[in-house]
């Protein structure tokens, strides 16, 4: 398995825990561990405190299987041992900086709910392989009110064996380009000549 190594001793740990398996146990989630993650995406900044995210989710029943099946088959091959599955929503009745800001506000509120279930030492994998259209259809969202941005999945890391072959052998962290790449003191964007360093 990687390593996850960081470049700033003052960084929390939480950011390198934090990764996407694809191996779940089905082991059901606590309704306090539900209440927490929604409870974190809650108070995420957004442009003019718009909160312009939404989540459809379920832990079982038909509702469960109903949202695995808007998630394409490479995703729902592994998505659906997961206690937790769900859709990321952006709201899309919003105009000027509203507008230009709300994938950008869903994602950071995306992003504290994927931080608060690794510090509770559960796992999240978002992905965007979905089937949009059905997605809305589901939800009953006409898309002039909202996008489905992507779907989600969350619960406790399961034992990768179970995984077929070539899932198997990419459940690990995966690497990074250093900040110095991407975050530049000054006034003046440096970006690389070739093709962007994707670091696997
Ligand atoms: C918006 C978004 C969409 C993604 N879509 C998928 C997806 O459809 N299928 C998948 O297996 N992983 C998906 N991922 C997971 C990324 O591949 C993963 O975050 C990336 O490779 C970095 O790996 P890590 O999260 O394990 O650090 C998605 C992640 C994000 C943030």
Redesign the pocket.
């Given at each position: 398995m990687n390593e996850r190594i960081s470049d700033a001793e003052l960084m929390d740990p939480v950011f390198l825990e934090r990764?996407?398996p694809?191996s779940f146990s089905d082991e059901p989630m606590t309704d306090g561990e539900l209440a927490a993650l929604f409870e974190a995406a809650r108070w995420s900044p957004s442009c003019f405190n718009n909160q312009p995210w939404y989540y459809v989710y379920e832990t079982d029943g038909e509702g469960r299987q109903a949202i695995l099946d808007t998630f394409l088959e490479r995703?729902r091959q592994w998505a659906q041992r997961a206690p937790l599955v769900g859709l990321v929503i952006a709201r899309s009745t919003l105009e000027g900086h509203l507008a230009r800001s709300r994938d950008f506000d869903a994602g950071a509120a995306a992003m504290a709910m994927v931080i608060q279930a690794t510090m509770l030492g559960l796992s999240a994998?978002?992905?965007?392989?979905i089937d949009v259209d059905a997605a809305h259809k589901l939800i009953g969202l006409d898309p002039d009110v909202g996008k489905v941005v992507?779907g989600f999945v969350i619960g406790r890391r399961g034992d990768p064996s179970a995984l077929p072959d070539p899932l198997r052998e990419r459940e690990r962290?995966?690497d990074r380009k250093p900040a110095s790449a991407f975050a530049f003191k000054g006034t003046r964007l440096q970006l690389p000549d070739g093709p962007s360093p994707v670091a696997g």
């Amino acid at each position: 398995m990687n390593e996850r190594i960081s470049d700033a001793e003052l960084m929390d740990p939480v950011f390198l825990e934090r990764w996407s398996p694809r191996s779940f146990s089905d082991e059901p989630m606590t309704d306090g561990e539900l209440a927490a993650l929604f409870e974190a995406a809650r108070w995420s900044p957004s442009c003019f405190n718009n909160q312009p995210w939404y989540y459809v989710y379920e832990t079982d029943g038909e509702g469960r299987q109903a949202i695995l099946d808007t998630f394409l088959e490479r995703n729902r091959q592994w998505a659906q041992r997961a206690p937790l599955v769900g859709l990321v929503i952006a709201r899309s009745t919003l105009e000027g900086h509203l507008a230009r800001s709300r994938d950008f506000d869903a994602g950071a509120a995306a992003m504290a709910m994927v931080i608060q279930a690794t510090m509770l030492g559960l796992s999240a994998h978002l992905m965007v392989g979905i089937d949009v259209d059905a997605a809305h259809k589901l939800i009953g969202l006409d898309p002039d009110v909202g996008k489905v941005v992507c779907g989600f999945v969350i619960g406790r890391r399961g034992d990768p064996s179970a995984l077929p072959d070539p899932l198997r052998e990419r459940e690990r962290p995966s690497d990074r380009k250093p900040a110095s790449a991407f975050a530049f003191k000054g006034t003046r964007l440096q970006l690389p000549d070739g093709p962007s360093p994707v670091a696997g």
